[in-house]
């Protein structure tokens, strides 16, 4: 079983329309769960940090965690074609030396 | 420009060539981590320091790979003997002891290496 886990997609969604992407974890001792936007061929770009159970909104991005089911998401609203990039997800394990642990990543199209 | 910065951002050696990349941390950040992405995967952890301290190593990182940050500023990743295994994205983040549960790492632009 891989640590993190991600639907690799693609995920298609019309412009305007909510997108929502998701995350299964298998550690418990997970801390932390950050979800970082990628471009191709660029560089992973952080867009949402998480770390307590329950929803954190920033502007069309919410971040969910539900640590007893062992999952978190991401939710765009309002998705617009410039949303379309992979989206990875990560996390921080108690005692894992604050290295990140990245799921695939789930590419995501926002369609005209 | 205060973000992470790379250099080379693209690299083309020969197999069994040794290589070096550079990365310069966000200036007030004390941590330093070394990634490496390959086509359709997630970063893959390979190292982390602490100021100068080199804290983690990855099992996956082979004896041919070295990392150093002999001032707790800049670090390089030297690669010996280099294999067309090796051909990946390099990604350095770094991040701020102080920045709390979140530990929030940014991200470099990459390093793009090919090993022909």
């Known amino acids: 079983q891989k640590e993190v886990e991600q639907n690799s997609g693609p995920l298609s969604v019309p412009e305007g329309a909510i997108a929502s992407l998701n995350c299964t974890y298998s550690d418990r001792g997970s801390q932390s769960f950050f979800w970082y936007r990628q471009y191709s061929g660029k560089s992973p770009e952080l867009i949402m940090s998480?770390?307590?159970?329950g929803d954190k909104e920033d502007g069309r991005f919410t971040a969910q965690l539900n640590k007893a089911s062992q999952y978190v998401s991401l939710l765009i609203r309002d998705s617009q074609p410039s949303d379309s990039a992979t989206y990875l997800c990560?996390?921080?394990?108690?005692?894992?030396?604050?290295?990140?642990?990245f799921g695939t990543g789930t590419q995501l199209k926002v369609e005209l | 420009d205060t973000g992470v910065s790379q250099d080379p951002r693209h690299k083309i050696t020969k197999r069994g060539q040794n290589v070096t990349f550079r990365c310069d941390p966000i200036s007030e950040h004390n941590r330093l981590y070394w990634y490496r992405q390959t086509l359709g995967q997630g970063p893959e952890f390979l190292t982390y320091?602490?100021?100068?301290?080199?804290?983690?190593k990855s099992r996956l990182l082979s004896d041919r790979f070295s990392a150093e940050r002999p001032k707790g500023s800049f670090s390089t990743l030297e690669i010996q003997r280099t294999e067309q295994g090796d051909s990946a994205m390099y990604l350095c983040a770094s991040s701020h002891q102080n920045s709390g549960l979140y530990n929030e790492q940014f991200f470099g632009p990459g390093t793009r290496l090919t090993v022909l």
């Open positions: 990560a996390v921080t394990v108690t005692g894992g030396g604050n290295k990140l642990t």
């Open positions: 320091f602490q100021n100068e301290a080199q804290l983690e």
């Open positions: 998480i770390y307590s159970n």
